[in-house]
């Protein structure tokens, strides 16, 4: 499996739309387009790593270095994490990213 059907295969999992994941990761839905469909494939390691934390997998797995979508210890999302975003409408999925965009933000603010 590519790089590319591995991230669309698990934003799907995920029921995010390639636009909230484009939002979660700092770029637009047309670029994750084209990462799914391998129109671009020499992505910026910093893009691997941000896709890698929203999709709750490591970036080895997405570059087809381990076989694990998720590590033991890694800080991605549990079974039981996917499974409640899944179960949240779409309005309640905005919500969530929202909030989490915001505290993304905040954490990369200089402390004044």
Same mark, same amino acid.
């Given at each position: 499996?590519?790089?590319?059907?591995?991230?669309?295969?698990?934003?799907?999992?995920?029921?995010?739309?390639?636009?909230?994941?484009?939002?979660?990761?700092?770029?637009?839905? $047309? $670029?994750?387009?084209?990462?799914?469909?391998?129109?671009?494939?020499?992505?910026?390691?910093?893009?691997?790593?941000?896709?890698?934390? $929203?999709?709750?997998?490591?970036?080895?797995?997405?570059?087809?270095?381990?076989?694990?979508?998720?590590? /033991? /210890?890694? /800080?991605?999302?549990?079974?039981?994490?996917?499974?409640?975003?899944?179960?949240?409408?779409?309005? /309640?999925?905005?919500?969530?990213?929202?909030?989490?965009?915001?505290?993304?933000?905040?954490?990369?603010?200089?402390?004044?």
């Amino acid at each position: 499996m590519t790089t590319g059907e591995k991230i669309k295969q698990l934003r799907m999992a995920l029921g995010m739309s390639q636009e909230e994941l484009g939002k979660i990761v700092g770029v637009k839905k $047309a $670029a994750i387009y084209k990462y799914e469909n391998g129109i671009v494939v020499n992505l910026k390691r910093s893009t691997i790593e941000k896709l890698a934390s $929203a999709l709750g997998t490591t970036p080895m797995y997405l570059l087809n270095l381990e076989e694990k979508p998720t590590a /033991d /210890d890694s /800080d991605g999302l549990s079974k039981e994490e996917i499974e409640l975003l899944k179960s949240l409408s779409k309005a /309640d999925r905005d919500i969530v990213f929202s909030i989490a965009r915001q505290m993304k933000q905040r954490e990369n603010e200089p402390n004044q």
